[in-house]
């Protein structure tokens, strides 16, 4: 069973447009959302993250929108460059930032 | 800090042996998690420990794998016997215990001929 739905699979951007990845979750016990940004050979990394007593969380270019609701999040990267060229993953975990249940991942290509 | 540490990077190994991979963790974190990541399944939680003492192994796929914790700085996960269908990037995460400074390693390439 799939716990976090995410899309598109794969994007691409011009640079200096914005970049929208989407998840949605099942399981309302899910009480911490991080975004994962994952380059080729590497492990995934923490980019930003958001619990659900906020709609909006911005940290430089990235911004997570929340709807607690519809059991959808986002993430916005603004003004996306080449270098943010990467896998990003979202993913959720309840009782505390502890066992991740990832999405499927995106395959973001900024082209100059 | 080094970060967390995996070996080996990549490993070949033929159906039917035993396959071990190593973690060490980032000294200081109380929780350490083992992913497996596949194209078809994405990444998925194995297993994980906090404080040496395995928390929920439920995500482990069959008893063909196990994993240790013998002390805060090491961690092992053991495939025996080996299959074509585990072969998978297996990563290794650590991070403090109130979740914070979650880190993950750069991952052991497995592949099962």
């Known amino acids: 069973q799939q716990q976090v739905k995410q899309s598109p699979q794969s994007l691409i951007v011009q640079k200096g447009g914005i970049s929208i990845i989407n998840c949605a979750y099942e399981n309302t016990a899910f009480d911490y959302f991080p975004w994962y940004q994952q380059f080729p050979g590497k492990g995934p990394a923490l980019l930003i993250a958001i619990r659900p007593d906020v709609s909006e969380k911005k940290e430089g270019r990235f911004t997570i929108s929340f709807n607690k609701s519809a059991k959808q999040f986002s993430l916005h990267i603004m003004d996306s460059q080449p270098g943010d060229s990467a896998t990003y993953f979202c993913a959720a975990s309840k009782g505390g930032r502890r066992a991740l249940t990832f999405g499927s991942g995106t395959r973001l290509q900024v082209q100059p | 800090d080094a970060g967390v540490i995996q070996s080996p990077r990549h490993e070949v190994t033929e159906m039917g042996q035993e396959v071990t991979l190593r973690c060490k963790p980032i000294s200081g974190h109380d929780y350490l998690f083992w992913y497996r990541q596949t194209m078809m399944r994405g990444l998925e939680l194995l297993i994980y420990f906090n404080n040496n003492v395995p928390i929920d192994d439920s995500g482990m796929p069959e008893d063909r794998f196990s994993a240790k914790m013998p002390n805060a700085s090491f961690s092992t996960l053991k495939i025996q016997p080996s299959e074509p269908r585990d072969s998978a990037v297996y990563f290794c995460?650590?991070?403090?215990?109130?979740?914070?400074?979650?880190?993950f390693g750069s991952g052991t390439r497995l592949t099962v001929v």
């Open positions: 995460a650590s991070s403090l215990n109130d979740g914070t400074g979650y880190t």
